[in-house]
């Protein structure tokens, strides 16, 4: 299958802070990228769907400003959560897919664990 | 928006047993995937499945699309095979393609 990886694993930043999170499609170009977030013991939740050389879609309730995702290019997506706070600590997944609507299948990579303190 | 649920929520097995996981989805979907998350948290792809019925190994998945529904069957399970299992269906809107997550199965496989 296709290889999706996903930077850093794990981050512990203060309060305040920005922490930037990278996803790259190793084997292939990704049209689309997905970012989600998983609380514990919960399913994942779509945050925004990114494609390249375009602005990313927010799924209704996730503040634009706090987290930033940019598309640069077919094979790198990535996530800033801008002025981190305790609440913003969760474990973020993103997936990468091809192919036209209706017939692709996601590749996520390995999630990052974000603790803010 | 579309929903999702799976069952049971939970599950427990002795090595060897095997089970079946459900699906339901509350609207018509493109395409449905079936995956493992371990406990590291790792989703891994299972299967790809629209309809029909596909067997890898120990596991097999079918789709029946038009009862907006979908088994996973895990057979002679083992510890390895613990973790949560997620079904998930991708529905095109005209404008974008979005995957959708069940409630997930919590799978327990014990000695």
């Known amino acids: 299958g296709a290889v999706v990886s996903q930077h850093p694993s794990r981050v512990i930043c203060k309060s305040g802070t920005s922490v930037k999170i990278e996803c790259r499609s190793l084997?292939?170009?990704?049209?689309?990228m997905f970012w989600y977030r998983q609380f514990p013991k919960k399913s994942l939740m779509l945050m925004a769907t990114?494609?390249?050389?375009?602005?990313?879609?927010?799924e209704q309730g996730v503040e634009k400003d706090k987290f930033l995702i940019n598309h640069a290019s077919l094979t790198l997506s990535t996530l800033t959560v801008t002025s981190a706070h305790p609440e913003d600590s969760s474990f973020y997944i993103c997936?990468?897919?091809?192919?036209?609507?209706?017939?692709?299948?996601?590749?996520f990579g390995q999630g990052t664990r974000l603790t803010v303190v | 928006g579309i929903q999702v649920e799976q069952s049971p929520p939970d599950l427990i097995l002795q090595e060897g047993a095997n089970s079946t996981l459900r699906c339901n989805f509350s609207?018509?979907?493109?395409?449905l995937q079936w995956f493992h998350q371990n406990p590291w948290g790792q989703l891994i792809n299972l299967f790809y499945?629209?309809?029909g019925t596909k067997q890898n190994g120990r596991l097999s998945a079918t789709t029946v699309a038009t009862e907006r529904y979908s088994l996973l069957y895990i057979s002679s399970s083992q510890t390895t095979d613990s973790g949560v299992y997620f079904c998930?269906?991708?529905?095109?809107?005209?404008?974008?393609?979005?995957?959708?997550f069940g409630t997930g199965t919590r799978l327990q496989v014990t000695l």
């Open positions: 997936s990468a897919s091809w192919g036209g609507w209706g017939n692709t299948e996601a590749f």
């Open positions: 084997d292939f170009q990704a049209t689309t």
């Open positions: 990114s494609n390249e050389g375009s602005k990313a879609t927010y």
């Open positions: 609207d018509s979907v493109n395409n």
């Open positions: 499945i629209p309809s």
């Open positions: 998930a269906v991708e529905l095109y809107t005209g404008t974008a393609s979005k995957l959708t």
